[in-house]
């Protein structure tokens, strides 16, 4: 399928190049210049890409474990941690409700 639509893209690619040769709107030269430039550039980029794979497959598995750890870390926050400040505050703020209720004075009934 990969192979079937690079196929179609470079022959797309040739047939353009060709109408614009031959209505001179570049000249032989140039499209031959250009198109030894995008071979070169197609070359170093599947070089590159051969060369480079392990060291990216070694990034990735060690982006994986720490975004792994960092999404552990989330869930303990959310599981444990929450919860448990809001029981602080629900208890300090009966707490608070009870010395301020202490603290007023009662008015008296005339």
Known sequence: MITQCISAAGTLGVIVLAILVIVRAVSLDDALESVGKLLVLILVA???????????????????YILRAALLGLVVTVVVVAPVTLVFIMLFSGLQRRTLERSTPKRERH
């Open 46 to 64: 599947a070089l590159a890409g051969c060369l480079l794979r392990p060291l990216l497959l070694a990034g990735g598995g060690a982006l994986n």
